[in-house]
C-alpha cells in the first residue's frame, strides 16, 4: 500500500496529456493507487488538483447518481471507427 507522499510523487513523474472538452483544451496527468487517486488539470493560466482516498471515493459512490442517456460508444482505438453499442 502507498501513503500519499508516494502516491504524489507517482503523479510528479506521469507525462502530461492533451485533453479536449467542448471546445476547450486543457491538459491533465492522473495517478491511481491502492489507496486513492491524484488529478492535475491545466489550461495553462490555472491549475487545478484533486485527489481522493478509498474512504473518500466510496463516500461519493454513495451519493452519486449516474445517468446514461443516448447512445453508448464503445472505446476503441484511435485508429479503429467507432461502434454504437446495443
Same mark, same amino acid.
Given at each position: 500500500? =502507498?501513503?500519499?507522499?508516494?502516491?504524489?510523487?507517482?503523479?510528479?513523474? *506521469?507525462?502530461?496529456?492533451?485533453?479536449?472538452?467542448?471546445?476547450?483544451?486543457?491538459?491533465?496527468?492522473?495517478?491511481?493507487?491502492?489507496?486513492?487517486?491524484?488529478?492535475?488539470?491545466?489550461?495553462?493560466?490555472?491549475?487545478?488538483? =484533486? !485527489?481522493?482516498?478509498?474512504?473518500?471515493?466510496? *463516500?461519493? !459512490?454513495?451519493?452519486?447518481?449516474?445517468?446514461?442517456?443516448?447512445?453508448?460508444?464503445?472505446?476503441?482505438?484511435?485508429?479503429?471507427?467507432? *461502434?454504437?453499442?446495443?
Amino acid at each position: 500500500m =502507498e501513503c500519499s507522499e508516494e502516491l504524489e510523487s507517482r503523479l510528479l513523474t *506521469q507525462p502530461w496529456a492533451s485533453v479536449c472538452f467542448d471546445e476547450s483544451t486543457f491538459i491533465a496527468k492522473a495517478c491511481f493507487g491502492d489507496t486513492g487517486y491524484m488529478l492535475l488539470i491545466s489550461d495553462l493560466s490555472g491549475v487545478w488538483y =484533486e !485527489s481522493a482516498d478509498t474512504e473518500a471515493v466510496g *463516500q461519493r !459512490s454513495k451519493v452519486s447518481v449516474w445517468r446514461v442517456h443516448g447512445p453508448l460508444i464503445l472505446l476503441v482505438p484511435a485508429d479503429v471507427p467507432a *461502434q454504437t453499442a446495443g
